[in-house]
Nanobody, 123 residues
Framework: QVQLVESGGGLVQAGGSLRLSCAASGRTLSTYFMGWFRQAPGKEREFVAAITWSGGVTNYADSVKGRFTISRDNANNTLHLQINNLKPEDTAVYYC????????????????WGQGTQVTVSS
């Protein structure tokens, strides 16, 4: 079992930055592929970014490429998402997830989820 807890969300103005974190407990994160998803009100949960075990390879949704950076610190069992140049359309609850499929973009590939952290971007 893996327990995931996100933090770092908040209210920011467009153009601002946030750094989301995901702390894991229960099992070491180094054996899992990790990802970030987001869900806006009235919309389905969508893929944001994914990262391999070692952190050497990443994958991003087209809508966030060049603005978001996923990283992981296996020694400290944490996952991060650096978000720059925030846009109002980035407003959503952001979830971290752990799974066994490398660089997966579908939510069903991830077996463990956090409770989410709210990111709100004002224009």
């Amino acid at each position: 079992q893996v327990q995931l807890v996100e933090s770092g969300g908040g209210l920011v103005q467009a153009g601002g930055s946030l750094r989301l974190s995901c702390a894991a407990s229960g099992r070491t994160l180094s054996t899992y592929f990790m990802g970030w998803f987001r869900q806006a009100p009235g919309k389905e949960r969508e893929f944001v970014a994914a990262i391999t075990w070692s952190g050497g390879v990443t994958n991003y949704a087209d809508s966030v490429k060049g603005r978001f950076t996923i990283s992981r610190d296996n020694a400290n069992n944490t996952l991060h998402l650096q978000i720059n140049n925030l846009k109002p359309e980035d407003t959503a609850v952001y979830y971290c997830a752990a799974g066994r499929t490398s660089l997966a973009t579908k939510a069903y590939n991830y077996g463990y989820w956090g409770q989410g952290t709210q990111v709100t971007v004002s224009s």
